[in-house]
């Protein structure tokens, strides 16, 4: 599986819009780009994921840049609940397949 | 339940102790992960079962950890001999058959703390 690079923290206030950058330059054609979030004391919790396309569901959007060399995750509206850490995955998915989390990043939003 | 259960929440062993962690997962949930996060990293691949068949170890870091699960459900991690280098929080994650990560849910964890 491809290797990500995300910063190691960044911070937002209540509101705004999170924008949560990941590089994975190496990544193949056929690997998807995943986020999971961990809020603390409790297990990671999956967000959204895409091939090529970008994507929406209600918790945020996935934007994939063209070459797919990159990608940013937005949380459109912030709130207190938002802090965590958010870990970009990139994976040749199939049934049963085993994550690499890496570090992530620590997302802080403030009042 | 509606979530991945896991006992004990919390659990203090003294060096050389052993251990043994549960998970309950999702009823039905055929596919069962479990995970190890030491402090400040994220969480690292330890074993999957599918079912009671235990398809990859390759994540245990010794051979004193041994997982099992017996009736294809609950799932118990043991480690032998516990050693301070243990200390982490021990994650669970279930799945239905053939879901990708999208699909998976993890339970909250059991921090071992070994002393």
């Known amino acids: 599986d491809a290797k990500t690079t995300q910063p190691p923290s960044m911070d937002c206030a209540e509101g705004r819009a999170a924008n949560l950058p990941c590089n994975h330059s190496?990544?193949?054609?056929?690997?998807?780009v995943y986020w999971y979030r961990q809020i603390h004391s409790q297990g990671p919790q999956y967000i959204i994921h895409?091939?090529?396309n970008n994507e929406t569901n209600e918790m945020a959007s996935l934007i994939i840049t063209e070459d797919r060399k990159s990608s940013t995750l937005i949380l459109p509206h912030a709130t207190l609940r938002d802090t965590a850490v958010y870990y970009c995955i990139v994976i040749l998915t199939g049934a049963n397949s085993k994550l690499t989390f890496g570090k992530g990043i620590t997302l802080s939003v403030r009042p | 339940g509606a979530g991945v259960s896991q006992s004990p929440r919390y659990k203090v062993a003294k060096r050389g102790q052993d251990v043994a962690l549960r998970c309950d997962p999702i009823?039905?949930?055929?596919?069962l992960f479990w995970y190890q996060q030491a402090l400040g990293q994220g969480p690292e691949f330890l074993t999957y079962?599918?079912?009671?068949?235990?398809?990859?170890k390759s994540g245990l870091p010794s051979d004193r950890f041994f997982a099992e699960r017996p009736e294809g459900s609950v799932s118990t991690l043991k480690i032998q001999r516990t050693q301070q280098e243990d200390s982490a929080v021990y994650l669970c994650?279930?799945?239905?058959?053939?879901?990708?990560?999208?699909?998976?849910?993890f339970g909250s964890g059991t921090r071992l703390t070994v002393v």
């Open positions: 009823s039905g949930h055929v596919s």
């Open positions: 079962f599918q079912n009671e068949a235990q398809l990859d």
């Open positions: 994650a279930s799945s239905f058959p053939g879901q990708g990560p999208n699909g998976y849910t």
């Open positions: 190496t990544i193949s054609g056929n690997e998807y």
């Open positions: 895409g091939l090529k």
